[in-house]
């Protein structure tokens, strides 16, 4: 009746789910789909109609999302420790990530530049706003929602890694360190390793 089972694509986002599932230690089925045939196919669409990875199952529930399978995981599991006593903090970056972060790392990527004039009616202001809190935070903490770790590193760490190592990020010695620390869990080194694995890499 609980049973985990991630839905996924080793060169996508599910790179997220894996590690969060990693860190729960518990045990979980892996689903592994292909881009434009099983990743659309009637049977997927019917759990995620955007027919897209990652998608977790528990059970009957259906989580898609990777921040809402990162804060929907961590509640269900308690006991892995991955939500923090201050909910707060945690809420304001896990969204954070979702929200300004992700979408001023995509337009930049994308060559949106957003003007002067028009960051008022952008939610997350403009590229350099986004840093700027990021690094912010980080010069202060070890992790992002306050002094440990907790599942808003899994998802806000993962884009911070990618942003580092696709340069969609400035190379800030605090996303750096943050990256480092994040790179160092076992369950990141497991989750990675599998997923090499399985798209062929040694």
Same mark, same amino acid.
């Given at each position: 009746?609980?049973?985990?089972?991630?839905?996924?694509?080793?060169?996508? @986002?599910?790179?997220?789910? @894996?590690?969060?599932?990693?860190?729960?230690?518990?045990?979980?089925?892996?689903?592994?789909?292909?881009?434009?045939?099983?990743?659309?196919?009637?049977?997927?669409?019917?759990?995620?109609?955007?027919?897209?990875?990652?998608?977790?199952?528990?059970?009957?529930?259906?989580?898609?999302?990777?921040?809402?399978?990162?804060?929907?995981?961590?509640?269900?599991?308690?006991?892995?420790?991955?939500?923090?006593?201050? @909910?707060?903090?945690?809420? @304001?970056?896990?969204?954070?990530?979702?929200?300004?972060?992700?979408?001023?790392?995509?337009?930049?990527?994308?060559?949106?530049?957003?003007?002067?004039?028009?960051?008022?009616?952008?939610?997350?202001?403009?590229? =350099?706003?986004?840093?700027?809190? #990021?690094?912010?935070? #980080?010069?202060?903490? =070890?992790?992002?929602?306050?002094?440990?770790?907790?599942?808003?590193?899994?998802?806000?760490?993962?884009?911070?890694?990618?942003?580092?190592?696709?340069?969609?990020?400035?190379?800030?010695?605090?996303?750096?360190?943050?990256?480092?620390?994040?790179?160092?869990?076992?369950?990141?080194?497991?989750?990675?390793?599998?997923?090499?694995?399985?798209?062929?890499?040694?």
């Amino acid at each position: 009746m609980n049973k985990l089972t991630l839905y996924t694509h080793p060169m996508s @986002r599910g790179r997220i789910a @894996r590690w969060m599932m990693e860190e729960l230690g518990q045990p979980y089925d892996t689903v592994l789909l292909d881009y434009g045939t099983t990743m659309k196919a009637p049977e997927y669409l019917r759990l995620n109609p955007m027919g897209k990875v990652p998608t977790v199952t528990h059970g009957d529930r259906v989580i898609t999302e990777c921040a809402a399978i990162c804060t929907y995981l961590a509640d269900a599991f308690p006991q892995a420790g991955l939500m923090p006593a201050d @909910r707060a903090a945690f809420y @304001r970056w896990m969204f954070f990530g979702a929200g300004p972060l992700e979408a001023a790392v995509v337009n930049r990527s994308l060559g949106v530049e957003i003007t002067a004039e028009q960051k008022g009616r952008v939610g997350y202001g403009c590229f =350099d706003d986004v840093v700027a809190a #990021l690094k912010g935070q #980080l010069a202060q903490h =070890d992790f992002i929602a306050g002094p440990a770790f907790s599942a808003a590193d899994v998802y806000v760490g993962s884009q911070i890694g990618w942003g580092l190592q696709f340069g969609t990020l400035p190379a800030e010695p605090e996303f750096a360190a943050y990256a480092a620390r994040l790179r160092d869990r076992p369950a990141a080194r497991r989750a990675s390793q599998i997923d090499d694995a399985a798209r062929g890499t040694p």
